[in-house]
């Protein structure tokens, strides 16, 4: 028997983005060191499977938010290593 399906996981599960470091598109390198402040992060693309409402809390291709440096994202790219979520 099958477990039951949570829609809005279904839903994230078949959507990729890609964001990246806004300094790396500067040719800057990321640093052994977590950040202490906001970084910039680009997004590069977003596409899905299939439309889907979860697509809307992706940010559009070009657009650079600040993240918060307690962010997993923000730690995960400003180190260059992975973040272990336990």
Known sequence: MSEPRDDHAA???DIAAVDLLDSVLDGRSTTDEPATGPVAIRALAVAAAY???ALRA???PG?????NAERLVTRCVTSARPVLVS
């Open 51 to 53: 439309p889907t409402d």
């Open 11 to 13: 839903a994230a599960a």
């Open 63 to 67: 657009n650079i938010a600040k993240y």
């Open 58 to 60: 992706a940010d559009p």
